[in-house]
């Protein structure tokens, strides 16, 4: 008993990355664990129940799980969690959801006590219908989603295997001109495929618009595409008619300013939120057309109401796309019954190593605050105080320092207060990208940063997500959303797109030494040094010198 | 046996015994140690103990079921009872092979214990045994058969035993006895009994069923219906009492074809191996048991540095709180039942006590601090046998005891003497598998109901309540696994050591008795050899972590003891298991540096244990933190020296006469002084300064202007000549009261029937009447609606005379408008010592 894996009482895993046999636990264990940290030298894993799930509708089933822990753990496995794990992985598929040619959907169970439970339930009983035989019950097609996530709420997740209507058959080829999907994307369209709904877990920058892309092309039917924001929404239409035979006028918009429907339509999470008076006015978009497929374009931020929306579309095919599963909000289960378990997942630091994802320096600047400031901080009132420390002037003659020492490097500037950006804009004289900016000037601009008319950006957080900046090279975060890690994570990512050169991308983070800024950065930093982003500090006296 | 000639036959248990051999008395010395106590002076002083109830009692509750059926089949057997009787009732009229075989040794095992004596034709069971085990209406046999026919007729009219004889066409008889031995041997001749059945109505047959398995007694009402009346008739039912009809034992064993026992059980049933037995390999079983015995050893030791402090306080009534073992459950991270079990254990290990101060509180003993310096193996041997022989039961916790009291962990009323024996049994019977094999729990529990069968009336029933020794059983196996004794249900090698030196083969039926505990020395000696069975599977304590840039250090097994306690100092654990993650935060270093290491200290020591490079991250957590620790100082003080010549203040801490007030320097410009200011003051007076005193906000004190104050006081109230004038309201009041009081006071009473009852006079004591006529004078007062004059005794005992106007009388209560107090009140009658009728109204 040497192996590489020591399994843990509170179900976590700890993975020795230097063992030998690291690549081949790591493989084995990978469909049915969590990857939650993944430093340098042991990496974590956590088995979850949705986890196991996810490996039962991958097709994995317990005895292998067990085999992989008991083969490659070093020290011998808690019998009471092999045990739990083997009764967890029973629960998937006990309760299956089929078409019926009568009743249209029927849920099946192998196991009648199980049947008998859930039907007692209160939470089932409006969901089905009549009895048909001893381990069928009738579902209304219409409550498909929801009886999937009140199932799964109560420990037995259903199979969905009713199918997917095909939808509005439309012609979308991949334009493969000069470029292809790589390996992993082609795995990961495939994995969607085959199993029919899901999610597909890429981290920034590893091009999850192709695996969009090739799961339109797959399908060829008419789509939906969910996403973000406008400027998002913008950067697909752009990428799609780059990248398939669909062209632009085959491409609508349907956002606050524009509501054209077309074969492909790519919505804003935000236009179909819009409440008036107690309606959803943009629901119809959903019955709009006949769609073959609907694109989830970072899951981990799907509104709740999206959610509802989606329990009435069981019988289209779905695909979520994201970088994480983990939301704040705690939601993972309904990602599950609702979009789809897991069917692709590759760690961040794999494709790093495939030379997808340029690798980048993590550097946190420590900035001593002077003594005024210092004492400035210590009287400010406690909700004043990160706003105080985030935006001394101390950072911003740091800021400074940075961008001079990385003159004529594609520099981004990103912060959280507009006062201070702009002021930062003054000073290094360069343009300042906010929220009352219009989309035209935005896209004016970040097109002018892609061609190297300018070299030096600054940005509010209406930057954090979608766009894409290809050449930029150095990050510099000034202020940030208190502790969000995925704020970071995101931000990060603006730099990890490949470059040009191969060179390697820096991430400064500046921070004020000894306030509350410090304790935030720890938080967020965490996330990264989790993912095998190690900061490195720094001493802002010693960049200044 | 067979030792005996039957010709020479003892005729008492006391002669039986001194036929006896040495080894058999022994045996039978062994098997029943109650009778050693005190030693018995003669044998028949050792027949006559042997007999009592008490003892008896207690040897046929540690019968097995065979056995105890052996000796319930000869309590129904004629006394003397033959050998082949007894095997025909335990066997049935077929006969049966098993019960042959068992038969002898079971026997043999009750004349051993000297339950029966008396050779093969002649087994006497010991009369105590037999009264205990006879069928009686008020205590039902076992066995579920009624009394002979003879014990049944005894009070029978002679004419009505004749009728049975006539129904049954047996000649008639000239006295009762030959009656009832016609009729015995008509009920036991097998032949021309099925000839009488055959003639019985078929519902006849049906009432038969129900009795004839027991119990054999049925109401009957005063006109029974045909079917009954013809077994009644033919002496098939026999009247037990006016309403009750009972089937006689040689009807039934008929009915059961010559059987005693639904079901003899000569063999014990097996212990099966679990139907699921995973992966059956015994290293597999090893491994598995000692990662858990290593998860043991680090959970007691959890618990115990939890409480290194001092635990949890002692309740009254002895015992853990509800609340503290619940906090102590959610530490160990592990559910309550649990949190027991731990607790029992290393309390009984002698690892943690009730300290016995006035504030009593839990724990560790200096044994634990002994236990810790012992290699992990040894540390689990000493664990594993203190619970093996433990009569202290923790899966009692949480119960209640007889009186309903809730059983607290730690607390009294825990033991159960029979713990240890089932734990050793369990065990056993785990080790009768092959190595490797996990039983199936079920069939160990039913042999375990087997080898000490539930005497009925002696606790709990079949339904529902599970026995205590099953419970134990089932804890046991739980424990056991808990504990690491066995690995996925097998027993280990380990916990096989534990029971000391196998005894070959699986014992013989008649040895199973035998389940006795070890001596100190084999105690000892299966704890080492335990030990040394572990030792090699228990991991190897490493020196050394991983340090990873999340601020995170993993121990890829378990750590060397000191190693692990300064991490436990500077990081926090995050999760536990076999390997532990350690987190750094602020809070961790600044708890590592309050504990005295430097700042050098802790790189020293990460860089050391590190198998790779300390991440800069954290070199820089413990330097930011090691920065601000400390730069605060505080201390205290009493009074300080404050100049802003340094070299005078030099010239002060020079000089030897200041040394007794414990000056300090702080700053160049300040002393910090342990004397109050006003010694300090005195002192580098008489030393020859000229200090001078401040105040608190740096104000030079003058001490001219020192003057003694009170604190804040308010000025005296005058106080003027006489009562203050008083106002109207005041004064009506105190017009009502006093007509009221002078009411009550010289008002003159009617003259009473009975003067003498009067008090002495007007101004003197209450007035007396007796207590009905103190009732009718009220009750005649709520008619007319008059006032009476009432003496009354408060419950103070004061007594008091008062006017009132009674409105209700109830209950022993008057409810009356009281003119002396001006209000409605209550008075008790029995407080009332006399009444008085008002002479006219004083209005």
Known sequence: MNGPLIVQSDKTLLLEVDHEQADACRRVIAPFAELERAPEHIHTYRITPLGLWNARAAGHDAEQVVDALVQYSRYPVPHALLVDVAETMARYGRLTLTKHPVHGLVLTSTDRPVLEEILRSKKVQPLVGERLDPDTVAVHPSERGQIKQTLLKLGWPAEDLAGYVDGEAHRIDLD??????????????????????????????????????????????????????????????????????????????????????????????????????????????????????????????????????????????????????????????????????????????????????????????????TDAERLAYATAETEEKYRFCATTATKRKVTEALVAKHRGEQTLVIGQYIDQLDELGEHLDAPVIKGETSNAQREKLFDAFRQGEISVLVVSKVANFSIDLPEATVAIQVSGTFGSRQEEAQRLGRVLRPKADGHEARFYSVVARDTIDQDFAAHRQRFLAEQGYAYRIVDADELLK | MGTTPEGSSPRTLAEALRARSEQELTALLRARPDLLNPVPG????????????????????????????????????????????????????????????????????????????????????????????????????????????????????????????????????????????????????????????????????TVLDRLVWGPPYGEVTASPTPPVRWLRDHGLLLPASPRTVVLPREAALHLRAGRAHRTAEPVPPAVLPARTAASGRPAGVDEAAAGQAYTALSTVEELLQDWHEGGPPVLRAGGLAVRDLKRTAAALDTHEQMAAFWLELTYTAGLLAADGE?????????????????????????????????????????????????????????????????????????????????????????????????????????????????????????????????????????????????????????????????????????????????APLLPTPLDHVLLQADLTAVAPGPLERPLAETLAVLADIESKGGATVYRFTPGSVRRALDAGRSASDLHTFLATHSRTPVPQPLSYLIDDVARRHGHLRIGAASAYVRCDDDALLDEILADKRSQGLGLRRLAPTVLAAQADPTTLLQSLRSIGYAPSAESPQGDVLITRAHAHRTPPRTPPVPVPDGPPAPDDTLLSAAVRAVRAGDLAATVERKPTAAPTARTPGPGGGLPRSTSAETLATVQAAVMTGSALWIGYVNAEGAASQRVIAPVRVEGGFVTAYDHTADEVRTYPLHRITGVAELADDPA
């Open chain 1, 176 to 369: 493969e001109n000069g470029w292809a999907l790589r390996p992993y994307q082609k795995q990961a369209v495939e994995g969607f495929w085959h199993g029919g709904s899901g999610v597909v877990v890429l981290p920034c920058g590893a091009g999850k618009t192709l695996v969009g892309a090739g799961a339109m092309a797959q399908a060829k039917a008419t789509t939906l595409i969910l996403v973000t924001n406008t400027v998002s929404a913008r950067q697909w239409k752009h990428e799609l008619v780059k990248r398939t035979s669909l062209t632009e006028e085959e491409i609508g918009e349907y956002s606050g300013t524009r509501k054209e429907i077309r074969p492909v339509t790519i919505a804003t999470y935000q236009v179909l939120t819009t409440k008036r008076k107690g309606i959803y006015p943009h629901l119809e978009l959903f019955d709009s057309r006949d769609w073959g497929l609907i694109l989830y374009d970072e899951v981990h931020l799907l509104p709740a109401p999206v959610f509802k929306f989606t329990a009435d579309l069981q019988a289209r095919r779905r695909l979520g796309l994201t970088a994480t599963l983990v939301r704040e909000d705690g939601r993972e289960s309904d990602v599950f019954s609702l979009i789809g378990p897991k069917r692709f997942d590759a760690p961040w630091k794999e494709i790093e190593a495939q030379g997808y994802i340029a690798p980048a320096d993590c550097v946190e600047v420590r900035v001593n605050l």
């Open chain 2, 358 to 534: 006035a504030d009593e509180r839990y724990a560790p003993t200096p044994v634990y601090d002994e236990w810790l310096t012992l290699p992990a193996a040894e540390r689990w041997a000493l664990l594993a046998d203190a619970w093996l022989t433990a009569t202290r039961t923790a899966g009692l916790v949480g119960g209640h005891d007889g009186k309903g009291r809730a059983l607290s962990a730690l607390g009294p009323e825990m033991d159960r003497s029979a713990a240890p024996e089932v734990r050793r049994r369990v065990l056993e019977l785990l080790a009768s598998l092959e190595p490797g094999t996990a039983p199936d729990p079920e069939t160990v529990l039913a042999r375990l109901r087997w080898e000490r069968p539930l005497r009925p009336g002696a606790g709990a029933g079949s339904d529902g309540v599970v026995d205590l020794r099953s419970r134990m059983a089932a804890w046991t196996l739980a424990e056991a696994e808990t504990l690491g004794v066995t690995g996925r249900g097998a027993l280990s090698g380990h916990g096989r050591a534990l029971l000391g030196p196998a005894d070959g083969e699986p014992q013989p039926a008649a040895d199973r008795a035998r389940t006795a505990a070890l001596t100190t020395v084999e105690r000892a000696a299966a704890q080492s050899a335990a030990a040394t069975a572990l």
């Open chain 2, 42 to 205: 003669d044998l028949t002083q050792l027949a006559t103990r042997a007999s009592t109830r008490a003892s008896v009692v207690r040897a046929l509750e540690r019968l097995d079921r065979f056995t105890l059926q052996t000796a319930e089949a000869l309590a129904v057997a004629p006394e003397p009872g033959r050998y082949e009787t007894l095997l025909a009732l335990l066997g049935g009229d077929d006969g049966d092979l098993e019960v042959e075989a068992a038969l002898p040794g079971a026997v043999e095992t009750l004349r051993t214990q000297a339950l029966v004596w008396g050779g093969g034709g002649r087994l006497r069971l010991v009369r105590t045994a037999r009264e205990l085990l006879t069928p009686s209406p008020s205590r039902p046999s076992p066995t579920g058969l009624g009394p002979t026919v003879a014990e049944a007729t005894a009070g029978m009219s002679p004419g009505r035993l004749q009728e049975i004889l006539a129904a049954n066409e047996l000649p008639t008889t000239h006295d009762p006895v030959s009656a009832v031995t016609a009729l015995t041997s008509l009920f036991t001749d097998r032949r021309r009994m099925g000839e009488l059945l055959d003639q019985a109505p078929s519902e006849a047959l």
